[in-house]
């Protein structure tokens, strides 16, 4: 139990850190003269560095044990938030955003781990929607309350604090999380990051089920991460507070979202849950692209939509590990979770770009954002169309509840 309450803190963090630009993008954008399209890669940056660190963060969970891994690569964290704070320019910003990525890269990672480790296949999808779901705490933590401490002390002063929290959380991992006993038995021969990479990606059920994986977080977290506040102020003349409530709004139905989806996983599976909840934010996407413009409230609402529907990164978890021998969880789970970081990442970095180009174009903000939406329900939806055609988990495999 402290473990979990260990990580479930780290984890805070980390959702906190890939949501927190969109209310502080304001004083980015004054201090370091920012355009939309280098807010958009500083995003992209935190995601990539993210995803790419998967790899690294896999082999470590098995030679040295998640507690040294999460500590040494907080410290990494640690780092990259005092070069943010004390960053007088794009490049060094967007060096220390990715910092910040590798540095929360083993944090779900590490949970994940434990889990498989010490529960059943059975409670795997248990464990990491609650580890998802509470965790996800952070993200209305980087709206209202980040405001306050924005508007009472400057974004620099709440940067170095944040770096303290850092400190913290990587001295807390490293007196009180524990490891998990060691297999029994003769030691397993460790399988180089090539090879283990090379399991995965040859799995046939996994290819219909990796585009859905590269687009769904993303489409979620660049709206949420990236996109909110910029659309609610430039669109309907949002204020600072304004919009950070709705973050924090936005952010606090994520969290319920990924806890919510877990009974109508277990009623009906992984693939018809997240097909109803992909359909659902399509949808949802296509709204605001057409109808948001006319109301402030219905933009909120169907911004509420998206993030109630658009987190099901334990169902899409459970559905892939139903394919995976147990020997290949560890590796298997991480390479996913590059997929759902990695897409994140360039869904990041293209719709900055797209955001930017129609700026350009003098687009105005309405069409600007009209456009964006209509991107990312078009992206999502050309991925569900493959996952359609995936195999559903069996129910000898399936992972929790079925």
Known sequence: MTSFVVLLLAYILSQFFRAFLAVISGDLTRDLGLDQGQLGSLQAAWLVAFALTQFP???????????????????????????FGLSRGYLSALAALALIG?????????G????????????????????????????????APLAYFLAAYGWRATVFGLSGIVALTALLVMLLLKDPPPLPGTPQRHVSLLDGIRQIVVKRPLWLILPFTFVSYGVTISIRGLWIAPYLQR???FDLAATSYAAMAMGGVIAAGALLVLPLY???????????????????????????????????????????????????MAHARAFMSPQEIGRGVTFMNFVFMGGAGVMQWVSGRLVNALDRQGYEPQATF????????????????????SPAESKAGAPAGT
């Open 370 to 389: 009209g456009w964006l939406f209509i991107f990312m329900g078009v992206a999502l939806a050309v991925a569900l169309a493959l996952y359609v055609a």
């Open 235 to 237: 669109v309907h003349g």
């Open 102 to 110: 590798i540095g929360c890269a083993p944090i779900l990672m590490s």
């Open 57 to 83: 963060v896999g082999y470590a969970l098995d030679r040295i044990g998640p507690r040294r891994t999460l500590a040494g690569f907080l410290l990494v964290a640690f780092a990259g938030t005092v070069i």
């Open 266 to 316: 277990r009623r009906i599976g992984a693939k018809p849950t997240v097909i109803a909840c992909a359909v659902t934010v399509a949808l949802a996407c296509f709204a605001l692209a057409l109808w948001g413009e006319a109301s402030s409230r219905l933009a909120v609402g169907l911004l509420l939509v998206i993030g109630l529907f658009g987190v099901t990164y334990a169902v899409v």
């Open 112 to 143: 994940f781990y434990l889990a498989a480790r010490l529960y059943s296949p059975r409670h795997f999808a248990t464990m990491s929607s609650f580890l998802i779901g509470f965790g996800c705490i952070g993200d209305p933590l980087s709206g």
